[in-house]
């Protein structure tokens, strides 16, 4: 398992670039070998680069990377992660996909950094095992394999799967490995060269606090935006929002208005807003599943809302031609919005 005795010095890491895979996961994992190499002063980790086919790959950043090799170059590797960022879900290559297959018959340990996940549950090398994805492609992840263990945490190491967040939760995935594999004071000493100021573990979410990310500080009012972003596709009343934090209405709406500028109704659809936009450029959800999956009960008021907000409809968000778009859909319930 990956964190395990390596069964050899250098360790071999394999980096399987996919077509705009993240820069900065790519080189926060690979610097942090080069570091553990260079602080230690023994050779620990060999790292090679590989695409599909041998071919240069572009970065979501636009910078091209060339292989040493293709993917037969890396069949002897042990290890092997799989290098993605945006677009992900549109990435359909029944090569990749065979030959991930293979190296997990072969016993190889086989992680992704960033939306890597993706690949990996869609070749079926994450069922039963718990993984993790950057925060803003887990809905989509959730709706595409809801029976894959998916969590928000920074990293996830289960057995021979590792899977990464991506960004700099790279640094703390392989931080903790050099922990496991060679010691902590390694590790704190690799950290020290990144100037990072701890080693963050797989407990740690991704993303900032609601305090940090709002900045604000109110308890009763933190209370009601967590409920709200728990409960996005069966939105809560105002009555039910203010009562669970033991609030008045009024109090709440005050509170939303003085804080945030706005009310709870509008900061409540903003949320669901831009969920839906995930999950439109995510998924291959229906618009009215998108819809529904955000609280919306018609696909004519989630269409209008989402003009309102992002200035164009869903379907020009996602590309389709009109008459796909909307087929099928139609009134439901009473609206919730």
């Known amino acids: 398992m990956l964190g395990g005795a390596p069964r050899e010095l250098p360790q071999r890491i394999g980096l399987i670039l996919v077509p705009n895979f993240s820069m900065i996961a790519f080189t926060a994992a690979v610097e942090t070998l080069r570091l553990a ?47 993605s960022g945006t677009d992900v879900q549109r990435v359909q290559d029944k090569a990749l996909t065979s030959w991930l297959r293979r190296m997990a018959r072969r016993g190889a340990d086989i992680g992704a950094l960033c939306t890597g996940s993706y690949i990996l549950a869609r070749a079926g090398l994450l069922d039963g095992y718990r993984c993790t994805i950057h925060w803003e492609n887990l809905a989509g992840f959730v709706e595409d394999f809801p029976d894959i263990e998916v969590s928000n945490e920074l990293f996830e190491i289960d057995r021979n799967r590792f899977t990464c967040s991506g960004g700099t939760a ?17 590790a704190v000493g690799v950290a020290d060269q990144f100037l990072h100021e ?21 308890p009763k009012l933190l209370k009601v935006i967590e409920l709200m972003e728990e409960n996005l596709e069966e939105p809560l009343s105002r009555n039910g929002l203010a009562g669970t934090a033991g609030l008045s209405t009024r109090q709440l709406e005050r509170l939303f208005r003085k804080y945030l500028n706005r009310s709870p109704a509008r900061h409540y659809l903003e ?7 995930l999950l439109l450029l995510q998924t291959n959800m229906s618009i009215i599943d998108v819809a529904l999956a955000c609280g919306f009960v018609s696909a004519s008021h989630f269409s209008k809302c989402y003009r309102d907000f992002f200035g164009r409809t869903p379907r020009k ?8 778009a909307l087929a099928g859909t139609g009134s439901l319930a009473a609206a919730t919005s």
Request: aromatic fraction near 4%; glycine fraction near 8%; hydrophobic fraction near 40%.
């Open 37 to 83: 190499n260079r602080t230690s002063g023994r050779a620990l980790y060999q790292w090679s680069l590989h695409s599909v086919d041998g071919r240069a790959v572009k970065a979501s950043n636009g910078i091209e990377l060339h292989p040493e090799g293709d993917l037969e170059a890396a069949n002897r590797l042990d290890t092997v992660a799989v290098c």
């Open 170 to 186: 790279a640094i703390d995935l392989m931080l903790n490995v050099i922990a496991r594999q060679h010691g902590y004071e390694l």
């Open 198 to 218: 701890r080693i963050r573990d797989h407990h740690d979410h991704q993303r900032m606090s609601l305090p940090a990310r709002l900045g604000v500080q109110h």
């Open 271 to 277: 949320l669901r807003l831009n969920k839906a936009r």
């Open 317 to 324: 968000e996602r590309g389709l031609p009109a008459d796909f």
